[in-house]
């Protein structure tokens, strides 16, 4: 059973930046594409952004132009890179597969507020 912890989250200001990371307890090489997804109060757990194996990248359109993907798969680890973070990036972040096929992690909050 792979475990997902999720960290770097935090209160930060519109137009800051954040960097999470997702730690998998074993390799994730095996897993074609992981990805960050994020669930705000009162609405549906979301997929932001997703990476393959070979470093393809997808993002919601939301968060185009503004978040970054990258996988370290020999440190077991996904970032995401969050620049210009606006109000209603507030969430909970969490990483999983994509599609999902893990037990989610415990996320990490990211609120954006003045």
């Known amino acids: 059973q792979v475990l997902l912890v999720e960290s770097g989250g935090g209160l930060v200001q519109p137009g800051g930046s954040l960097r999470l990371s997702c730690a998998a307890t074993r390799s994730i090489f095996t897993f074609n594409a992981m990805g960050w997804y994020r669930q705000a109060p009162g609405k549906e757990r979301e997929l932001v952004a997703r990476?393959?194996?070979?470093?393809?990248?997808n993002y919601a359109d939301s968060v185009k132009g503004r978040f970054t993907i990258s996988r370290d798969n020999a440190k077991n680890t996904v970032y995401l890179q969050m620049n210009r973070l606006r109000p209603e990036d507030t969430a909970v972040y969490y990483c999983n597969t994509w599609p999902q096929r893990l037990y989610w992690g415990q996320g990490t909050q990211v609120t954006v507020s003045s």
């Open positions: 990476i393959a194996t070979n470093g393809s990248t």
